[in-house]
């Protein structure tokens, strides 16, 4: 009786994961996405706090949320987006440092050593068709 028993348990810890799995279709955690977010981190390598902010791709000049707010250690937009990170709330200019999909995971060390992240206070995005 015990060994039927230890022999169901064994099938039903093998099968539970496969019969968890929702029909072809059915996936309601995925959600199609366009471009306008732009997950963002305090500190470099996606590390410390982390949050999508949601921006939209129209170049509107918005400024960093206060915890981010010149505390962006690693920052990257949707795929089609490109963004600018600016230390002006005028957003002109070519900007601290330019991010396209996957990202910059280290932005207090940009570009050869511009610390970009404790500059920026801004944040512009627009869509971008031939970025890669």
Do not use: K
């Amino acid at each position: 009786m015990q060994s039927v028993l230890a022999i169901t348990i064994s099938l039903l810890s093998v099968l539970s994961p496969v019969l968890a799995v929702p029909a072809s279709g059915e996936h309601p955690a995925l959600v199609a996405r366009t471009p306008g977010n732009v997950y963002v981190c305090t500190g470099s390598n996606w590390q410390n706090t982390c949050e999508v902010l949601t921006l939209g791709t129209s170049g509107t000049c918005t400024p960093l949320p206060s915890a981010y707010n010149g505390h962006i250690g690693s920052a990257g937009p949707d795929a089609g987006a490109i963004c600018r990170l600016f230390a002006n709330g005028d957003c002109t200019g070519s900007g601290l440092a330019i991010l396209t999909n996957p990202g910059e995971s280290n932005l207090y060390n940009y570009n050869g050593g511009q610390d970009a992240g404790h500059a920026a206070h801004y944040i512009s995005c627009r869509t971008c068709t031939a970025c890669t």
